[in-house]
């Protein structure tokens, strides 16, 4: 019940700020394709959104957040807008949720999504040799998942055809890495917030450890990484798993990968999306600066 108020929250407000003439594409000359298929499921469908011009443009996939359970690419059209606003083509996918689909269902959609977006993007007129990874939440969870994926020999045979994909950048915001052992939260939040993180991390990996619904763990076992991508690691002081992204970043560290990460104040989590706030608007700063964006 808790987490389902807090993602119609969440949904409400993305579908009333998405109704305002500002949220529209087409007043940034911004063209947007929706329920693009990439795979035979109903919910294999993405949203594509097209900066300005012919390109070739730098790609984008933005991986959702609702802890594997909830909201959608409709919720998370800011995210396509923010980056396309930049000149990146970016591609917005849905995947399958739990508790109706539990892991590893989230993470082969994630896999089949980037390799979809590989093959295709210079339909778009996308530039794939320039290729970010992101999302924030359960979505940044899945952006490392697709990047472990692309650049370390997995097992999983979903996993498998990410090997020819070479990601660029990596950019998780807030992610939840480790999806089992909720308990290691205990004390450290109000017990609301660690009522969602229980049924988020119960629902998602069904209280088993995985190695790739857990990618920090994954990271942190690791002796040596290839060409990992260069990554930036944003999170929110206040944010009550922000010991995650924390991990994630000292993980990439011992591993001498490009990473540089930064804790914004005392911000919740998915911060980045209020971007009134000036902790939203310095973390965008700082992701157009990581990017290059002018």
């Known amino acids: 019940m808790v987490s389902w108020i807090t993602s119609s929250g969440f949904a409400s407000l993305a579908t009333s700020v ?4 500002w949220a529209r594409p087409e007043r940034y000359g911004i063209r947007r ?3 693009v298929v990439f795979g035979p499921r109903p919910e294999h469908r993405m949203d594509v959104y097209l900066p300005p011009g012919d390109g070739p443009h730098p790609v984008a996939i933005y ?29 917005l996918p849905d995947y399958r949720l739990a508790p109706t ?3 590893p269902a989230a993470a082969e959609d994630a896999c089949l999504a980037t390799r979809w977006v590989w093959d295709n993007a210079s339909r778009f007129g996308g530039d794939r040799t320039n290729l970010v990874l992101t999302g924030e939440s359960a979505g940044g969870n899945l952006s490392v998942v697709s990047t472990l994926a692309s650049v370390t020999d997995r097992p999983e045979p979903w996993a498998q055809p990410l090997r ?43 209280g088993v450890a995985a190695e790739l619904a857990d990618p920090v763990n994954t990271l942190e076992a690791l002796g040596a990484v290839d060409a990992w991508p260069r990554t930036f690691v944003p999170w929110g002081g206040g944010d009550p798993i922000a010991h995650d992204s924390v991990r994630l970043l000292a993980a990439l560290e011992r591993l001498g990968a490009p990473v540089t990460g930064r804790e914004y104040g005392r911000a ?27």
């Open 164 to 206: 020819e994909v070479v990601p660029t950048a990596l950019i998780p915001f807030c992610g939840l890495h480790q999806t089992s052992a909720p308990e290691r939260y205990e004390g450290t939040c109000p017990a609301l917030v660690q009522d969602i993180i229980d049924h988020t991390c119960l629902q998602y990996a069904q």
């Open 101 to 103: 689909h539990p892991f």
């Open 18 to 21: 998405g109704a305002t003439p």
């Open 63 to 91: 991986f959702h957040g609702g802890g594997f359970r909830a909201l959608s690419r409709r919720t998370h059209w800011l995210f396509g807008l923010a980056f396309a606003r930049a000149g990146y083509a970016t591609f």
């Open 33 to 35: 394709y929706d329920g």
């Open 268 to 294: 919740g989590h998915a911060f980045h999306a209020y971007v009134w706030q000036p902790d939203a608007r310095a973390c965008w700063e700082d992701v157009y600066q990581f990017l290059g964006v002018d």
